[in-house]
């Protein structure tokens, strides 16, 4: 079973991958499966900023794109190059793709690898719109 410490430190590892040339903004992210796999992902920018993608969506679409479909807990860790904020929070977008595959009490934990909170995506995104909606 993975802990929390050793999920940021994956996010934190992952967010050396980032390709941010323009905002200079890293971030990682390591998303954990209930079958206990780690998918990372990082930010990738791109010259057209809305082909951008970010590091949870990166680290989702991977495990999604390889059959998995059950996860456990979301660690991001990010900041201006050269920094590790203490706090990272996903982007609008980023909440709502977590919401399409995870519980309202799915865990969340941003801090800087070291130090980190766990958070609900309740607590991040309430209010959601999910399947249910429609």
Known sequence: MTD???LMQAAQRARENSYSPYSHFR???ALLTKSGKIYT???IENAAF???????????????????RDFE???IVGGKEGETADF????????????E??????????????????????TLLPFSFTKTNL
């Open 4 to 6: 929390d410490k050793t």
């Open 27 to 29: 971030v990682g992210a």
């Open 41 to 43: 992902g990082c930010n």
């Open 50 to 68: 809305s082909a951008t993608v970010c590091a949870e969506r990166t680290a989702f679409f991977k495990a999604v794109s390889e059959g998995e």
């Open 73 to 75: 807990a979301l660690a």
């Open 88 to 99: 990272c929070a996903p982007c609008g977008v980023c909440r709502q793709v977590i919401a």
């Open 101 to 122: 595959f995870c519980p309202e009490n799915f865990r969340i934990l941003l801090g800087n690898g070291e130090k980190f909170q766990a958070y609900t995506l309740e």
